[in-house]
């Protein structure tokens, strides 16, 4: 059992950068791969980075790709989302996952076993 808490979010004016946190507790973490993503308001939820467990894989969906940067830290078991240069089009709930058993596709929701509830991201214009 892996459990995620999200933290990190807020209100921002564009052009800005907010770094979310997602805190793992259980014994798993290290053996996790980690995925973000996010749904905006009357959207589906939709991918946005990945990292492997050892980081040494990532991917990001081009929408955030060059601006957004995933990282993780097995000692602290948290996983980050650096977010830089941020639109208001990336406004949304950003949600951050972890991948134990699954062979789904990376950037499909069924590829990940455990969610956290979810941090909101305001960009304002």
């Known amino acids: 059992q892996v459990q995620l808490v999200e933290s990190g979010g807020g209100l921002v004016q564009a052009g800005g950068s907010l770094r979310l946190s997602c805190a793992a507790s259980?014994?798993?973490?290290?053996?996790?791969?980690m995925g973000w993503f996010r749904q905006a308001p009357g959207k589906e939820r939709e991918f946005v980075s990945y990292?492997?467990?050892?980081?040494?894989?990532?991917y990001y969906a081009d929408s955030v790709k060059g601006r957004f940067t995933i990282s993780r830290d097995n000692a602290k078991n948290t996983v980050y989302l650096q977010m830089n240069s941020l639109k208001p089009e990336d406004t949304a709930i950003y949600y951050c996952a972890a991948r134990a058993t699954s062979t789904s596709a990376y950037y499909t929701e069924r590829a990940y076993d455990y969610w956290g509830q979810g941090t909101q991201v305001t960009v304002s214009s």
């Open positions: 259980g014994r798993t973490f290290s053996s996790s791969a």
């Open positions: 990292m492997s467990r050892n980081g040494g894989i990532t």
